[in-house]
Each structure stands twice: as structure tokens, then as C-alpha cells.
């Protein structure tokens, strides 16, 4: 790709990555956060972290679909932003909602499903962040790297779960999100199929001769 | 089970005279008290939305009472949507009148109640109540109403009567949050019900409230009658109430329906049985930074807690 174009598109990601963020503190500083700011705030959070998820997840996806390589281009910053704001929804958990009450908080990542996979989904973002400069790929070398970065299925996963697990039962939102994640991950499993079978038809095709 | 009725009423609890004028003298009334300055919390309501009643100051709070813009804009009323927001946004399409309540079942005179008459019923009061969602947070709020054992006497309750339920208003036009649609698959069963054992239901901390704040119910809050009962988790209180039903069998509930493991019949406010998934230990009082510790039938046990004597409360949640 021109070397224009990719960085207008990584410009235009940034900037659409960090709106939100904006917007938030644009309302906080209208004091339009609900009656419930922590629990707004929180929320606003942990929303758009599975947001990017779902769209670093996505790119692999649209490539496979529509034959283009420019989405591949995105992925990690799509991921570090994501990364990112599930580091501030811990945050808030952390300081605004419960003031460094560490005891109270043990108990509830050991005991509360929703926070133990949401403890479990951060953790397994941090490796993946640590090594997502262009100096850890090529000391890792392409192949490992892209094995390790295979967390991130893991890691859709364990948001969705985190969705399904905290919100009340009549809410639809955490099986829109799931809706999301299958169709993605369905795309790369029917391409991982697909090469897995033209691979063994290769194999299998002098046989014929 | 009898309840035995003492005198209630003092002289001074009756409602002021002008409540009883025509209605032109009752609109000058509420006017002049626009100029009176209240409750800084509270906006004055226009003259035609409000409510005059007296406090009652064996029901009030040391705390203060939650800003009314947060007590009519964060609320759970599903018939509306699932989102905190969604209530005030729709509240414009629900109808509160004209209205009817059915008051029957186990009764010896069940009976159709006009909206006006109820309000009229009965001298109504002003009561603060602290709310406790089952989310963990809540608000303290001034109620207006009557006792609902006041309403349930009227109808003569048979002996058989055990348990009263509790039946919401439904109409897809008014209610949005009831229209049918390929994303409501996971919705809650419509008409919403709720029903209490005859004996908190005749409690009388039990309130049939029709205002707050000084003013007419608002529609987001559950208008144009609701029941509120303070110890157990908000939604346990319905709203937009149109049957109240006497029987002898305990009703069936709409949170129970959806999710009988988290959402008991009883769901009284208790700190030490959480629900499955998260902790009811603590709650976030509106309003305020740090959360607060959920005190036992959300700080009414000593008015309450006899009516759960002997019971286990893990297994009765």
C-alpha cells in the first residue's frame, strides 16, 4: 500500500479510538454522567474495550472475506486501544468503585465468575501489549509471535462471558456482542477449513495421476 | 392473619382544608406555594402536577433525599426499555389517565377503583423511604400515599386470602418496552407481576404510593399507583399497578419466571445472602463516592424483622 494511505488510515484509527475517550470526558465535564457516574463511567468503558476487540478481531476476518490487505494494517492498533481501555475500566473498578478496598476485591475476583474472567481476559491482553512492537515480533520471529496472538480468541471469549455473566438476564446487549464474536471467529474457522482441505487435496492430487 | 387498627390519625395529619376546594382554589393554593421555598433538591412542580400531603414523621431518614432529576431519570422500568435512561426518555407515552385498579380475588367486596377516588380515599401522606436496588445501589425518596392496607380492608380480605399479587399495566402502545420484535427474545413475560404474603402486604411500612416530591407520580416512576415496600429489593415494589388480587396460593413473579436461582419470592434486603453473582454486602447510595454497607431489611428490622421469625432466610431469598 502507499505509504500516504497507510498513514492516513492509522491517523484516521487514532483518532476514532480515542473519541470516545473524548466524548466521555466531555460529559464529565458537563456533569452528564447519570445519577450513577462510577457505574456510567464503568460501563462507557467496558463497552467500547469489547468494541475494539471485536474490530482488531475483525480484520483478519475482512481480509479473508473480501480479498484486501489493507485491514491487516490496523490490527495491533486496534488491539493496543482496546488493551487500553480495558487497563481504564480496571481502573475505575479499582479506585472509583471500590477505593482500594483490596480485601473486598480478592474476595471478589475469587468468588464472582464475571470479575474472575474479566481479571482472566486482562491478564491475557498484557503479554499480548508487552509484545506488540515491531522489535518483539522480529525477536520472536513471525510464526511464534502470531501463536502467542492467538490469546486474542481467548480473550473475546472471556469479555463475552464477562458480558453474559454481570449483566441482568432480560438485557439482549451481551448476545448481540456474542452474535459479533461467533460471525468473526466462524469466518477464520471456515478459512482455517478451507486451507486445511486444499492442502491435503494437494497432497492427495498426484496420487490420481 | 388480623391486624389490629389503632386510631392513626392524629388532628394534625388530616389534610389541609384546601385540598377539599374546588378545584380553581386548590390551583391558587399550589401557586402561592411556588413562592414558598422548599427543598432545594426538588424543583417546584407546575401547578396541575401537585400533590399535597402531609409528612408523616414516623417515616423519615437521617440521610438526605436523592436529587429528584436522579430519582426520575435513573430507573428500572423495563416496560419502558432495559436501559437506566430509557424510562425518562419513553415516559411521555404512557397514559396515567384515565385509569382503573381491580381490586379482587379472595375478597368479600372486590371492587373497581377509579384513579381519583383512590387518591381521594384517604388522607394522604408523605413518607421518606430508603430504596435498595437489587443492583446495589439506592436512592432515599419522598413517597406520597396511603398504606395499602388501607385499599385491601375496603374489599374485606376472606380468611382463605394468603398472598396478594400485583399485576402492571400492559399495552404495547404505552409500555414500548412490550412490543414484540426480533430483539426481544430475551425480554421479560408480559404483564408484569409481583405479589407479597397477605401479612407484608398489610404491614404498614407497606405503601400505596401515587406521588413524590411534593407532586403527581411521574410516569417514569411507576404512575399512576405503585407500591412501595422498603425492605425488599426495588423490584419487588411494581409499578403502574392496574389488579391487586387476593389468594390463596403464592403468585407467580417476573423476575422468579426469568431467573428462579437469583430472584426469590421474598427478596427481602439482606447484606449476608448475595446474589449468585455478585455481592449485596454493599451498596452505592446515589449521590455518594464511597459505597455504604446494605444494613438488614435495608434498615427496617426492628419493624419488619418479625414477620420472618424462625425462617431461614438462605433457603426463603
Redesign the interface.
Known amino acids: 500500500m502507499l505509504r500516504r494511505g497507510r498513514l492516513a488510515l492509522k491517523t484516521a484509527t487514532w483518532v476514532a479510538c480515542l473519541a470516545p475517550l473524548a466524548v466521555l470526558l466531555w460529559r464529565a465535564a458537563a456533569q452528564d454522567l447519570s445519577a450513577n457516574p462510577i457505574s456510567f463511567v464503568t460501563n462507557w468503558l467496558g463497552d467500547w474495550t469489547f468494541r475494539l476487540l471485536l474490530a482488531s478481531l475483525a480484520m483478519t476476518p475482512l481480509r479473508i472475506a473480501f480479498n484486501i490487505s489493507w485491514p491487516l494494517a490496523l490490527r495491533r492498533l486496534l488491539g493496543l486501544f482496546a488493551c487500553f481501555y480495558a487497563a481504564l475500566h480496571l481502573g475505575v473498578w479499582l479506585v472509583l468503585d471500590h477505593f482500594f478496598d483490596w480485601s473486598e476485591m480478592a474476595t471478589d475476583i475469587a468468588k464472582r465468575p464475571y470479575i474472575t474472567i474479566g481479571m482472566t481476559a486482562f491478564v491475557l491482553m498484557t503479554p499480548l501489549a508487552a509484545t506488540s512492537t515491531r522489535g518483539a515480533i522480529r525477536k520472536m520471529g513471525g510464526r511464534n509471535w502470531q501463536r502467542l496472538h492467538r490469546l486474542a480468541y481467548a480473550i473475546g471469549v472471556c469479555a463475552a462471558l464477562h458480558f453474559f455473566w454481570l449483566a441482568k438476564k432480560a438485557n439482549p446487549q451481551p448476545y448481540y456482542y456474542a452474535a459479533v464474536l461467533a460471525l468473526l471467529l466462524s469466518v477464520r474457522g471456515g478459512d482455517w477449513i478451507r486451507r486445511r482441505l486444499a492442502r491435503v487435496r494437494a497432497m492427495a492430487a498426484p496420487a490420481l495421476h | 392473619m388480623l391486624v389490629k387498627r389503632e386510631a392513626e390519625w392524629k388532628s394534625s395529619d388530616i389534610t389541609p382544608e384546601n385540598l377539599f376546594l374546588g378545584r380553581r382554589a386548590f390551583m391558587a393554593g399550589a401557586a402561592a406555594l411556588l413562592l414558598i421555598p422548599t427543598d432545594s433538591r426538588a424543583d417546584n412542580p407546575p401547578a396541575d402536577q401537585a400533590l399535597r400531603a402531609t409528612p408523616n414523621p414516623a417515616y423519615k431518614l437521617d440521610d438526605p433525599s436523592?436529587p429528584l432529576?436522579?430519582v426520575t431519570?435513573?430507573n428500572n422500568f423495563?416496560e419502558f426499555g432495559?436501559n437506566?435512561?430509557d424510562p425518562a426518555r419513553l415516559a411521555h407515552t404512557l397514559r396515567p389517565r384515565p385509569w382503573t385498579v381491580h381490586v379482587d380475588g379472595l375478597a368479600h367486596k372486590p371492587r373497581t377503583f377509579d384513579i381519583d377516588d383512590i387518591v381521594k380515599m384517604t388522607p394522604l401522606e408523605e413518607r421518606v423511604y430508603s430504596l435498595r436496588c437489587v443492583?446495589a445501589?439506592s436512592m432515599v425518596i419522598p413517597w406520597i400515599g396511603f398504606p395499602l392496607a388501607t385499599l385491601l380492608k375496603r374489599v374485606e380480605p376472606m380468611g382463605q386470602a394468603k398472598y396478594v399479587e400485583f399485576t402492571t399495566l400492559v399495552d404495547p402502545e404505552q409500555f414500548p418496552g412490550q412490543k414484540k420484535s426480533v430483539?426481544?427474545?430475551?425480554?421479560?413475560e408480559w404483564p408484569y407481576t409481583e405479589g407479597l404474603r397477605l401479612d407484608e402486604a398489610l404491614h404498614p411500612l407497606t405503601l400505596l404510593a401515587v406521588g413524590l416530591y411534593g407532586r403527581v407520580l411521574p410516569n417514569q416512576n411507576g404512575a399512576p399507583i405503585r407500591v412501595v415496600v422498603p425492605w425488599k429489593y426495588g423490584f419487588k415494589s411494581a409499578k403502574s399497578i392496574v389488579r391487586i388480587r387476593l389468594t390463596d396460593t403464592e403468585p407467580k413473579t417476573t423476575w422468579n419466571k426469568?431467573?428462579p436461582q437469583?430472584y426469590g419470592f421474598f427478596s427481602n434486603v439482606n447484606p449476608t445472602v448475595d446474589h449468585p453473582?455478585?455481592?449485596q454486602a454493599?451498596e452505592?447510595r446515589?449521590?455518594e463516592?464511597?459505597?455504604r454497607k446494605t444494613l438488614m431489611f435495608n434498615g427496617y428490622a426492628d419493624q419488619v424483622g418479625s414477620l420472618y421469625a424462625g425462617m431461614d432466610l438462605k433457603k426463603f431469598y
Not at chain 2, 430483539?183 to 421479560?188: A, G, I, T
Open positions: 436523592t432529576k436522579d431519570t435513573y423495563y432495559v437506566k435512561d443492583e445501589w430483539f426481544s427474545f430475551s425480554s421479560l426469568q431467573a437469583e453473582r455478585w455481592s454493599t452505592r446515589i449521590g463516592f464511597r459505597r
